[in-house]
């Protein structure tokens, strides 16, 4: 229980990953405010699973691209918990789709720099205020950040390396503060979003490329997590860390 206590809020925190890291911060005693967009049956699920295992948490719907909705986020949060969050984890984003550059309009260049970079821009400016000495944020990136990712996700990657860019100003920045920032940088991990946007035969072949000849579990990012927003880490700022089998290094 090493987060006994603490306030975590973590965006898109419905399904997949970010259910994943609901349910490991609040097994640690963490208070979870699980925010979500419109995966209202999977959100209410998570809050389920943590509540029947004994943890603490709440749902708020909101879309992180729009302020007004950052701006219930926190008020929700702050009439809940108080006015203190301990841990951020900007989870939120997506790929919505592959496209070459010819595919590419300004509507879906719009659409993924904005869920994934100006979410996790404005949803930081916004709960920072209410962090002090010790308050960790954990931004999740991708390897496809690292890489520049598979085919059709151009603006995808560049949103993550963006993200990672960040992490590193932010981490000159908050840690006057106390206030820590990294990133995770995920590798293929077997969830929903390959599901969609990944062909079976490639997810094979990238999990035979991988020295761990698997993909990676949403539960093992949510470790990671775990690790760099508790105390155990309290020395880490600034790192984007990976987290993909050995498939590739920073």
Not at 10 to 21: C, E, K, L, Q, S
Not at 151 to 162: E, F, I, L, N, Q
């Amino acid at each position: 229980m090493k987060l006994k206590g603490k306030v975590a809020v973590v965006t898109g925190g419905g399904r997949d990953i970010g259910r994943a890291i609901c349910i490991k911060l609040a097994s640690e005693g963490a208070h979870v405010v699980i925010n979500f967009f419109n995966s209202v049956q999977d959100s209410e699920e998570t809050l389920n699973l943590i509540q029947a295992a004994g943890g603490e948490a709440m749902v708020v719907q909101g879309d992180v691209t729009k302020q007004d909705d950052i701006d219930h986020l926190v008020a929700e949060t702050k009439k809940a918990y108080g006015e203190k969050v301990d841990i951020l984890v900007n989870n939120a984003g997506g790929l919505f789709a592959r496209k070459t550059i010819e595919e590419i309009d300004e509507q879906f260049y719009n659409l993924v720099m904005d869920v994934n970079l100006k979410g996790t821009v404005f949803t930081t400016k916004a709960f920072k205020p209410l962090m002090s000495e010790g308050g960790s944020i954990v931004n999740v990136a991708s390897q496809a950040g690292r890489d520049g990712g598979g085919p059709g996700s151009a603006m995808y990657a560049s949103s993550k390396g963006a993200i990672m860019t960040l992490t590193r100003n932010w981490a000159k920045e908050f840690g006057p503060q106390g206030i820590r920032i990294n990133a995770v940088c995920p590798g293929m991990i077997a969830t929903k979003f390959h599901d969609d946007f990944t062909k079976d035969e490639v997810r094979k072949n990238v999990a035979n490329a991988t020295p761990l000849r698997r993909e990676g579990e949403a539960e093992e990012v949510a470790d990671l997590i775990a690790y760099l927003a508790g105390p155990d880490s309290s020395f880490m700022t600034g790192n984007n860390v990976d987290i993909n089998g050995g498939l590739a290094f920073s």
